[in-house]
């Protein structure tokens, strides 16, 4: 049977290009990646605000940014001062505030009630903001830039801790800080430090797993440099469009070292495959991607479909992460099939020495290089198949755990923030997730708060009639605080304090459920968090619904008949519900990020099929040819993605764990029902073909 050549001309055509003039090619490209680079460490930056996720042209974005340019920003800092002496809390409190309120880019700091001095003791009311048990105060303290932007968030946070630390130093006092801009600032500093360390290692431990599939590395190594290449241009391309990193674009490189180096392995195993055939040395390469062209550029555009399918989410964040990556799939692909086969045509060119000969004769393809692709024919059994389909069936029955929608989770465990910022809502009555309203006029501001704290769900209401109505208050509010509760215009703001532990899914539903009920505009961080969460659903189920049928189509015509078009796809249909079940079983609940890893796995899963399949036909049905060759290069590239994704579950930052134990568990599940599962139904597919054909 002759198998579809979707794809053959044009990439065979850029890699006979490519081996007739590889130094043209190898310059060219070098230069490119260079200018890309450069370009990226001119133009690159980082973003870590949640703000940067989402379009400021949403509504609920809107009135945030409204809010925040009209009362200051609901993303405040928070100084959690903690003792067991709560007089020293106070003098700790009365000692920072001055300075704090001429820290640059400070607009406000709220710090107590303005009493006069001795009316609390007689109104049996404490002016400070403290916990129930007495031990915790906690300063408030807004940045004056309301869009929360990282290059403004960073300077003020470094500004506030940096005096926090010289006044309190030697005191018995201990300081932390918590709230939004902290929360901002780790970010940074995990994308930064974890960055650097796992994409490093990713790319090691790909090399290492590449060169070990093989047993040699120069190869292997020849396609790790065309990677570098693809990566680096990506880079360069993202400079320009969106030209900042957020946290969850900011690992694109692992993504595509795991992704993008499978076309490599893939054409350096059937170039080895020709060579051992008789090829010549530079015949092979333009050879093995004209025959691999058509699995090649089925799962790239497959891939890249579902992930380009993410610019329609309506989620910022997963709009510029499908972008980057879909673009450097490309961009990968494009690279493997032009710098790979001139990189190996280049080297093969190279004068002749002793050592050279030894290393060629070392790469030469050997018997025991097919160990792993026997090894695969041997593991064939049809009750395993039959339990591997089973289990994914149970999978999909019970479909994915629940939505984990608790921010603190995603950040690392032991995180000092984190902690304080539980600590804060446990103990007290105070917490930096508040709703924010905003009253046009005195009689609108007297029926809001009350209406407000009639509100069971509200624990706290604070407004500018919380001063007006106490006793002794000071003549006039320091004007930093009085700027957070009116404005000149005659504009209040109005906030109120959740009742119950805001970090409870249950109680955060409750709380913003109870504030949206009030049929006024409101806003603050429970209000934009859930809105968030909402749209990275949603983005799930746009990119699905655009992403899949692309998928199909792009399957469709890599083979262009509906049976093998099926079975090509039958591996991520059952590597969903395996998934599914796999996070049932290892207690992992989904998070916006998980979200973002089901395109990647889905894409993943296609690739294997793909291939196979491809495979399949060539070798005009004969399995076990499929599993030695391409089922061999399967299993590698598995490795190699379990590899690069797997580096990430190595990250401090919770979520970014997650995201990768999500992937590499779709991984794997994709592996197994490709080798596993897959031959035998194409078997079965291919016997009934010839019967009715006779």
Not at 235 to 254: D, E, I, N, Q, V
Not at 340 to 358: C, D, G, H, K, N
Not at 444 to 455: G, I, R
Request: proline fraction near 6%.
């Amino acid at each position: 049977m002759k198998h579809p050549g979707f794809g053959a001309h044009t990439l065979g055509a850029l890699a006979r290009f490519s081996t007739r003039y590889p130094r043209t090619v190898l310059v060219l490209a070098v230069l490119l990646a260079a200018s890309a680079a450069g370009l990226a460490a001119t133009r690159m930056t980082v973003r870590t605000s949640n703000l940067d996720l989402i379009s400021s042209e949403l509504a609920p974005v809107r009135q945030f940014h409204e809010f925040a340019a009209a009362f200051g920003t609901p993303n405040t800092l928070v100084i959690v001062l903690e003792s067991d002496d709560p007089q020293a809390l106070r003098r700790a409190a009365d000692h920072l505030t001055p300075t704090l309120r001429q820290v640059p880019r400070v607009r406000s700091v709220f710090d107590k009630l303005p009493l006069a001095p001795g009316v609390g003791e007689v109104i049996s009311l404490d002016p400070y903001l403290t916990s129930h048990d007495g031990g915790m105060l906690f300063l408030f303290v807004q940045p004056d830039d309301p869009h929360s932007r990282a290059e403004t968030i960073a300077p003020f946070v470094t500004a506030v801790e940096a005096a926090v630390n010289h006044l309190l130093a030697g005191s018995s006092v201990t300081a932390g800080l918590t709230g939004m801009p902290r929360f901002a600032l780790d970010d940074r500093d995990i994308i930064q430090h974890d960055l650097a360390r796992l994409s490093v290692l990713s790319l090691a431990l790909v090399l290492i797993l590449f060169a070990t599939g093989f047993g040699a590395l120069w190869r292997p190594l020849l396609a790790v440099v065309a990677l570098l290449i693809g990566v680096a241009v990506t880079l360069g391309l993202a400079s320009l469009y969106p030209a900042h990193l957020t946290l969850l674009s900011a690992f694109f490189a692992s993504i595509l070292f795991g992704l993008g180096v499978d076309a490599g392995i893939h054409i350096v195993d059937r170039t080895e495959e020709l060579l051992g055939l008789g090829v010549a040395a530079r015949d092979a390469p333009p050879q093995a991607v004209a025959d691999l062209a058509p699995g090649l550029v089925g799962s790239a555009l497959s891939t890249a479909s579902l992930l380009g399918a993410m610019q329609f989410s309506g989620f910022r964040g997963f709009e510029e992460l499908g972008t980057i990556t879909s673009t450097g799939i490309l961009v990968c692909l494009l690279a493997m099939t032009t710098v790979l086969p001139a990189l190996l045509t280049w080297s093969e060119r190279r004068p002749v020495t002793r050592r050279s000969i030894a290393r060629r004769s070392a790469t030469l393809p050997r018997p025991s290089h097919r160990r792993l692709g026997t090894a695969l024919v041997k593991l064939q059994s049809r009750p395993l198949a039959w339990l591997l389909t089973l289990a994914a069936a149970g999978g999909l029955v019970a479909g994915f755990p629940p939505f984990d929608s608790d921010y603190l989770n995603l950040q690392p465990a032991d995180s000092e923030t984190v902690r304080l910022e539980r600590e804060m809502v446990r103990r007290s009555d105070w917490s930096p997730e508040f709703a924010a309203f905003t009253a046009e006029s005195r009689n609108d501001l007297e029926e809001l708060a009350w209406n407000l704290a009639d509100d069971e769900a509200v624990g706290t209401v604070r407004s500018l009639l919380d001063f007006e109505v106490m006793p002794g208050i000071l003549p006039e509010l320091p004007p930093d605080l009085l700027r957070a509760f009116r404005t000149p215009e005659g504009r209040y703001a109005v906030y109120a304090y959740p009742q119950a532990n805001i970090w409870d899914p249950v109680e955060q539903e409750t709380f913003v459920d109870h504030m949206l009920a009030m049929d006024r505009p409101v806003t603050g961080m429970p209000i934009l968090g859930r809105f968030m969460v909402e749209r990275s659903r949603r983005a799930l189920v746009v990119s699905c619904l655009l992403g899949v049928p692309l998928l199909l189509l792009w399957v469709f015509l890599t083979f262009r008949e509906l049976r093998w078009t099926l079975l090509a796809i039958t591996p991520t249909v059952l590597t969903m519900g395996a998934l599914a079940g796999l996070m049932h079983l290892f207690g992992l609940a989904l998070n916006p990020l998980d979200i973002m890893a089901l395109p990647i796995v889905l894409g993943i899963a296609v690739d294997d099929g793909i291939h196979i399949v491809h495979r399949f036909l060539a070798e005009n049905g004969d399995a076990g040819s499929t599993l030695i060759g391409t089922g061999r290069s399967v299993v590698l590239t598995s490795a190699t993605n379990l590899a690069a994704f797997g580096t990430l579950t190595l990250s401090s930052h919770q979520g970014l764990a997650s995201f990768a134990w999500v992937l590499c568990l779709g991984v794997g599940s994709a592996l197994v029902f490709s080798v596993g599962v897959l031959p035998g139904l194409m078997r079965w597919a291919y016997v009934r073909l010839q019967a009715n054909s006779a």
